[in-house]
């Protein structure tokens, strides 16, 4: 393509979509381009930059098929007072269609903080699931198909250690 039908082209487009915007840059301030062409790459080591689906560096996802293959999840974010009953809202959710979850934890949970303890007083189980022993994590992952499960556990790592310490029985 030669410079002048170059120049009419983008006049045309100019023209026929009018934009408003005058400032095309990023949020990080680096400047957009009107067009990309294949000199815009000639640098770029395909294998190094971009890769292909599902292999390092993984700018074009971490599934090979990605969404052609693999539906996005659908996730929910739930936080239900007790163990049981966050179970029960995950199954149900489970049964619905959903095939990803949030768990939310209750404040004492966040904290690291024991049920009984004055600070979690009129915390416990107020917004979010109370987890704090394994027990409770067993008890709210019960029946769930946790090698399909897609489930991020929204909670700090002294919590997680907490989770895993041993339950003294009486």
């Not at 990023?26 to 009107?34: D, L, M, N, R, Y």
């Not at 739930?78 to 489970?94: A, H, M, W, Y």
């Not at 095939?99 to 917004?127: K, L, R, S």
Request: charged fraction near 25%.
């Amino acid at each position: 393509m030669s410079n002048q039908s170059k120049k009419i082209t983008a006049k045309k487009i100019k023209e026929a979509y009018r934009e408003a915007v005058t400032d095309f840059t990023t949020p990080s301030g680096i400047p957009v381009k009107e067009v990309y062409t294949p000199n815009d790459i000639s640098q770029i080591d395909f294998d190094k930059d971009i890769g292909l689906p599902g292999q390092y560096p993984f700018t074009r996802g971490h599934h090979p098929q990605m969404y052609r293959g693999k539906l996005w999840n659908i996730r929910q974010i739930i936080g239900l007072s007790t163990p049981k009953r966050q179970n029960e809202r995950l199954k149900f959710v489970l049964s619905h269609g959903a095939n990803a979850v949030d768990c939310e934890m209750d404040t004492p949970t966040w904290y690291g903080i024991e049920p009984d303890q004055p600070y979690a007083e009129g915390q416990f189980g107020v917004c979010g699931v109370a987890l704090h022993n394994l027990r409770d994590v067993e008890t709210m992952t019960e029946d769930l198909p946790m090698d399909e499960l897609s489930m991020c556990w929204n909670y700090p790592l002294p919590t997680l250690s907490q989770a895993y310490m041993p339950v003294e029985m009486n």
